[in-house]
Nanobody, 121 residues
Framework: QVQLVESGGGLVQAGDSLRLSCAAS????????MGWFRQAPGEEREFVAA??????LYADSVRGRFAISRDNAKNMVYLQMSSLKPEDTAVYYC????????????????WGQGTQVTVSS
C-alpha cells in the first residue's frame, strides 16, 4: 500500500512559477513510477508528467515549462512548474504504480488527495 500527500498548490499569476511536492509512504519507493495528473472543472483527469528509474515523460502542453524530479532517499517527487498559464489551472494529483518497464502515462493505482493550482491572467 502506498499513501501519497501533495502540497505546494496555490494562487499565482500568469508567468509565475510554482513547485508541487508529493510525499509517499512505503519502503520500496524507488520501485514505483510516479506521475502528476491534473483535472480542471468539467474536464477529465489528464496526464501531466511522470518519472521512473531515469526516464521522464511529459504531456505536450507542459513540455519545456514543467520539470518532474524525485528524491528516492526522501520518498518525494516534485513538479516544478514555470511560465504558468491560466489553462494550467486545475487540481493536481500525484499518482504511483509499481513499475517494471513500459508506459508511464497510465495505469496508476495509488492517488493523493490533490492540490489546487490557480493561475490568474
Amino acid at each position: 500500500q502506498v499513501q501519497l500527500v501533495e502540497s505546494g498548490g496555490g494562487l499565482v499569476q500568469a508567468g509565475d512559477s510554482l513547485r508541487l511536492s508529493c510525499a509517499a509512504s512505503g519502503r520500496t519507493f524507488s520501485n514505483y513510477a510516479m506521475g502528476w495528473f491534473r483535472q480542471a472543472p468539467g474536464e477529465e483527469r489528464e496526464f501531466v508528467a511522470a518519472i521512473a528509474w531515469s526516464n521522464t515523460l511529459y504531456a505536450d502542453s507542459v513540455r519545456g515549462r514543467f520539470a518532474i524530479s524525485r528524491d528516492n532517499a526522501k520518498n518525494m517527487v516534485y513538479l516544478q512548474m514555470s511560465s504558468l498559464k491560466p489553462e494550467d489551472t486545475a487540481v493536481y494529483y500525484c499518482g504511483a504504480k509499481r513499475y517494471s518497464g513500459g508506459g508511464l502515462a497510465g495505469g496508476y493505482n495509488y492517488w493523493g488527495q490533490g492540490t489546487q493550482v490557480t493561475v490568474s491572467s
